[in-house]
């Protein structure tokens, strides 16, 4: 069994090279336009406002500067799309990220209180609580998610790869694919999974593009790590 995975990109089919589109099944519904995506900053930011540490909240702020400072995320929260089309009455992480972005870059104050988030803290993650100190990936995790699920409010029976059109979604996340050959009669089987992050063993890697190949380097199965070939 030989075992060789790809990332595959979360901008779907027409991003994909032809034999990944055959393998998925396309999207039902775009639910956000890729070409409307801008990697670059649409508008000329200067840096914008401070945030104020409101009790052990450094592992937030620090995670809200680096969403604050992602082009295609704040190109989109600048303006203002989200909260014109949003219909939810309960909280909102996309709304509250909309105002968080626009206040931090548009404010003349040096410093700014992070407060819309930081009372939303439980909403993001159950265990984070004001107060306690949390850790950033794990509260970045949680954010992503949480926006993620916000931006498909409403649309519970949507199909997996429709799902992956959100702008969050796309900006973000991936796809992980991986695909066992059986060394006897050639069958394959290929296998989906959606990821957030990919852990990579920078220790052993001379630069990341270095340590991307190897996790993806094709991995010959043998041992405890044998699976029963399907066919
Ligand atoms: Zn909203
Ligand atoms: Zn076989």
């Given at each position: 069994?030989?075992?060789?995975?790809?990332?595959?990109s979360?901008?779907?089919?027409?991003?994909?090279?032809?034999?990944?589109?055959?393998?998925?099944?396309?999207?039902?519904?775009?639910?956000?336009?890729?070409?409307?995506?801008?990697?670059?900053?649409?508008?000329?930011?200067?840096?914008?406002?401070?945030?104020?540490?409101?009790?052990?909240?450094?592992?937030?702020?620090?995670?809200?500067?680096?969403?604050?400072?992602?082009?295609?995320?704040?190109?989109?929260l600048?303006?203002?799309?989200?909260?014109?089309?949003?219909?939810?009455?309960?909280?909102?992480?996309?709304?509250?990220?909309?105002?968080?972005?626009?206040?931090?870059?548009?404010?003349?104050?040096?410093?700014?209180?992070p407060?819309?988030?930081?009372?939303?803290?439980?909403?993001?993650?159950?265990?984070?609580?004001?107060g306690?100190?949390?850790s950033?990936?794990?509260?970045?995790?949680?954010?992503?998610?949480?926006?993620?699920?916000?931006?498909?409010?409403?649309?519970?029976?949507?199909d997996?790869?429709?799902?992956?059109?959100?702008?969050?979604?796309?900006?973000?996340?991936?796809?992980?694919?991986?695909?066992?050959?059986?060394?006897?009669?050639?069958?394959?089987?290929?296998?989906?999974?959606?990821?957030?992050?990919?852990?990579?063993?920078?220790?052993?890697?001379?630069?990341v593009?270095?340590?991307?190949?190897?996790?993806?380097?094709?991995?010959?199965?043998?041992?405890?790590?044998?699976?029963?070939?399907?066919?």
């Amino acid at each position: 069994m030989l075992l060789c995975n790809s990332i595959v990109s979360s901008v779907f089919k027409w991003h994909f090279p032809a034999v990944i589109a055959e393998e998925m099944a396309p999207p039902q519904s775009i639910l956000y336009p890729p070409e409307k995506i801008y990697m670059e900053w649409q508008q000329r930011q200067r840096a914008g406002a401070g945030l104020g540490n409101l009790g052990n909240t450094c592992f937030l702020n620090s995670v809200l500067q680096c969403l604050t400072y992602t082009p295609p995320l704040a190109n989109y929260l600048l303006s203002q799309e989200h909260s014109q089309s949003c219909h939810r009455r309960d909280f909102c992480l996309m709304c509250s990220m909309e105002a968080h972005v626009n206040e931090a870059l548009r404010s003349s104050d040096s410093t700014i209180q992070p407060w819309a988030i930081v009372r939303a803290l439980t909403r993001i993650g159950k265990d984070f609580m004001l107060g306690k100190q949390g850790s950033a990936r794990q509260c970045l995790h949680r954010t992503i998610n949480t926006m993620q699920r916000n931006c498909l409010s409403r649309r519970s029976r949507l199909d997996i790869a429709s799902r992956s059109t959100t702008i969050v979604h796309q900006i973000f996340m991936g796809y992980l694919r991986s695909r066992v050959v059986c060394l006897s009669c050639s069958a394959v089987s290929t296998s989906y999974r959606s990821f957030l992050d990919i852990p990579l063993d920078i220790k052993a890697a001379s630069s990341v593009p270095a340590a991307l190949e190897d996790f993806v380097k094709p991995q010959q199965l043998d041992g405890e790590n044998c699976i029963q070939c399907s066919k």
